[in-house]
């Protein structure tokens, strides 16, 4: 973990929270309910068996909504102070813009990997991710990048025998 | 064959000298990558797998010894300098040993903390040879419901006794359970929460999970919270040797934390934090300096260093006699043996003893060979805690991609990666304990398959779990495993009284 207690946010007393774990308790609720819809889907087993493929998917899915019943009542009726504070803390201090901008970034990555090349997607990827995660380096990362994408492409298809895309650079590989 | 002949053999094995080779590349990655800050010992191992896939299996798992070894003692390096535990059986150390660190003890501590992990390691192994046998004969005699029983104890006792809270760590354990269900049902072929994608049907490999919640997880945690956590590394001064009285200092705690961590490792209920903590307390009792502590006292990093390194090695024990896995980390162990087709359970001593025998010698060499090439690269391993960390956590999602996408080449494995990663980053923000859900993926489908099997022969009788003695106790101490932790509330409420603490053994942030 990193640094939880090292921030300087940690000074400022931040108003207790329970947005997100309501947000979290009402999914596990509409999860649950939806899962237990979908086990009663599961076929039933031809030929003989005691315990067929529904029985622990229901019992999953029930347990899930249970749960989150249980945990809505900790965010309203019965409220778990450490929690609500806890999260109060967190919710002072998170910045969403960075972190949206890093989970389209990777989803980004993954799609482009096939088409553009482990190479070249991943020494994109280095350079823009560490300037979301606050570099202001940008020739050095581009560097590195470009070494390091070079390095384990070579490293795992020549030495450790792993097939990674070529993508554009295929002519040259 | 007798134990000592068989160890023999699996030196022969390990000895050879591209093994050797195999088991020093193991600790040093190992090492590289656990040394690395928010990275543990279960996500070293699960970002080091996709490398062993290729090789044969004895070399596979002798490397993977020292990776396991290397992981583990990478992790005590940033909790000492950086006062960030990269999982939670060195959240302990932290507490006296970044206080070393401040007062220019760091050299001492990791020190303290390197032979600490040697000598519990060698002790723990020579456990393991002796002990891992019996289990393994005993563990003959254990039927589908025993079985059943085991693996409940082992979810008890990793949700409710570690982590802040029983309900949340509930969760995880039962949103892991939803997770191992996906894809194809093994007994009928029925497809289950696959939601009409095909390439569900195979499953959610555990490796995608993991390195979900712990590197993609962990590192959109980071950027939350960026423009607000400020580290601090304590650089190194003086020495990195420990003097006379460091030395006298440290034997015993490191003697009573084997003792502590193993027995309790080995337990099908495990874990390593639980001892760890023991450990600590223990030392702070006996100790004669109380003044000491809090300001840096080494029996505070030597204790429980060793009872973290004793334990991880006890947890060999369940995963290799009974296939039942009891930490994240052993956990991903397991894929691997089940990669190579192998299932770790009591049948492999039999049927597979040459690997087995050499993975127990390249324990013991991957020890040694940890304590060799440690001691004196420990200011290369300081300097790469100065790695800025935009670049580092960016190359974290770069290798946790790299490990997933070279499982299957498969887009939707990333995909379910990184959606597991934006879970991981809601469970770290709202304090919900990962390693039940780790657990629960893994051991779901197992349990869900001795739960069958055991019906079936008990002819749908439900009874059978209750009425088979091994079956019983097992269940029982599950119980006890689950009030536990509420023991306090109990005896007060006993009394007429109300309040009480809940006991807590960690912070469940095992990774």
Redesign the interface.
């Known amino acids: ?3 939880a207690e ?4 940690g000074d400022r007393r931040a108003a207790p929270s329970f947005v ?2 309501r947000i ?1 308790a009402a999914l ?1 609720i509409a999860g649950g309910a939806f ?1 237990i819809y ?2 009663l889907q ?2 039933a ?2 030929g003989y ?6 029985i ?2 229901i019992a ?2 029930i ?2 909504l249970l ?2 019943v ?2 809505a009542v ?1 965010t309203t009726v019965l409220p ?1 102070e ?2 609500a504070e ?2 109060g803390a ?1 919710e002072a ?4 813009p ?2 949206l901008l ?2 389209v970034l ?2 980004g ?3 482009a ?2 088409p553009l090349g482990y190479i070249v997607a ?1 020494a994109l ?2 350079p823009i ?7 202001t ?1 940008p020739l050095r ?1 581009a560097v ?1 990048a470009v070494g ?1 994408a070079l390095v ?1 492409y070579f490293g ?1 298809t020549a030495f ?6 070529q993508g554009i650079l295929a002519p040259i590989l | 064959m007798d134990v000592l002949g068989s160890l023999l053999g699996g030196f022969g094995t390990a000895l050879r000298p591209e093994y050797l080779l195999f088991a020093a590349l193991g600790v040093t990655l190992g090492t590289l990558v656990g040394v690395l ?2 990275i543990g010992p279960a996500l070293t191992v699960a970002l080091l797998l ?2 062993t ?2 090789f044969e299996p004895t070399a596979a798992f002798i490397m993977f010894a020292g990776i396991y070894y290397g992981g583990m003692y990478g992790g005590s390096t940033t909790s000492i300098l ?4 990269g999982e939670s059986a060195s959240v302990v150390t932290t507490i006296e040993g970044f206080q070393m660190a401040k007062r220019g003890r760091g050299g001492a501590a990791l020190a303290t903390a390197a032979v600490g992990s040697f000598v519990a390691g060698t002790i723990s192994t020579v456990a393991i040879t002796f002990l891992a046998p019996v289990v393994a004969t005993l563990a003959r005699t254990f039927q589908f419901a025993d079985y059943f029983a085991l693996m409940v104890l082992a979810f008890v006792s990793v949700t409710a006794l570690v982590g ?2 029983l ?2 760590g ?2 995880s354990l ?2 892991g ?2 997770i191992g ?1 996906i894809g194809i ?1 093994a ?2 072929g ?4 696959t ?1 009409g994608v095909p390439q569900l049907l195979n499953g959610v490999d555990v490796v995608v999970v993991a390195v979900g919640l712990f590197a ?1 997880g ?15 590394i304590v650089p190194v001064r003086g020495g990195l040797l420990m003097n006379r009285e460091e030395w006298s200092r440290s034997w015993r705690p490191w003697l009573r934390g084997t003792a502590i961590g193993f027995p309790i490792g080995s337990l099908p209920a495990g874990g390593a934090e639980i001892p760890t903590f023991l450990s600590y307390t223990i030392e702070k009792r006996l100790s004669t300096r109380k003044d000491e502590w809090g300001k840096g006292a080494i029996e505070g990093v030597a204790g429980p260093e060793a009872a973290n390194n004793a334990a991880f090695s006890g947890v060999l024990v369940p995963l290799l006699t009974l296939g039942i896995p009891t930490s994240a980390t052993a956990a991903i162990m397991l894929v691997a043996f089940q990669i190579y087709n192998l299932q770790p359970g009591p049948l492999l001593f039999q049927n597979h003893p040459d690997l087995v025998w050499a993975l127990i010698a390249s324990l013991y060499i991957g020890n040694v060979m940890l304590l060799v090439l440690n001691l004196p690269l420990i200011r290369l391993w300081i300097k790469i805690l100065s790695i ?4 580092l ?3 974290i ?2 290798f946790a ?2 490990g997933v ?2 499982i299957g ?1 498969s ?1 939707i494995d ?2 379910v990666m ?1 959606i597991i ?2 879970v991981g ?2 469970m ?4 919900f304990p990962v390693a039940p859900m780790i657990l629960g993926v893994i051991l ?1 489908p197992l349990m ?1 398959a001795q ?2 099997r055991a ?2 022969a008990s ?2 009788d439900l009874t059978i779990f209750v009425t088979r003695p091994i079956s019983l106790v097992i269940l029982l101490c599950a119980l006890a495993a689950l009030l536990l932790p509420y023991l306090p509330r109990l005896v007060r409420l006993a009394r007429g009284e109300r309040g009480g603490e809940r006991i807590v053994f960690g912070s469940g ?1 095992e990774d």
């Open positions: 973990m990193a640094g090292a921030g300087a946010g997100g774990p979290i596990l899962l979908h086990s599961i076929g087993t031809h068996s005691v315990v067929g493929p529904s622990a998917p999953v899915s347990c899930l749960l989150g249980i945990f900790r778990d450490d929690l806890a999260s967190e201090m998170t910045h969403w960075t972190v890093l989970a990777l989803v990555y993954a799609v990997l096939a991943t990827l280095l991710s560490s300037r979301i995660l606050g570099s380096h990362d590195i390091l384990i795992f450790l025998g792993i097939r990674l895309p | 800050p928010g996709p490398i896939l290729n950086l006062n960030t535990p802040h809270s309900l949340r509930l969760i039962f949103g359970l939803f269900l049902d007994l009928t029925q497809a289950r929460f939601f993609v962990e590192a959109l945690y980071v950027a939350s919270r960026l423009r607000h956590d400020r580290e601090e800025p960390r935009a670049l956590y960016s190359a999602l770069v991609t790299l996408y070279s080449n887009l990333v995909l990184y990663g934006v980053f809601f770290r923000r709202y304090d779901g869900e739960f069958r019906m079936a002819q749908g942030k």
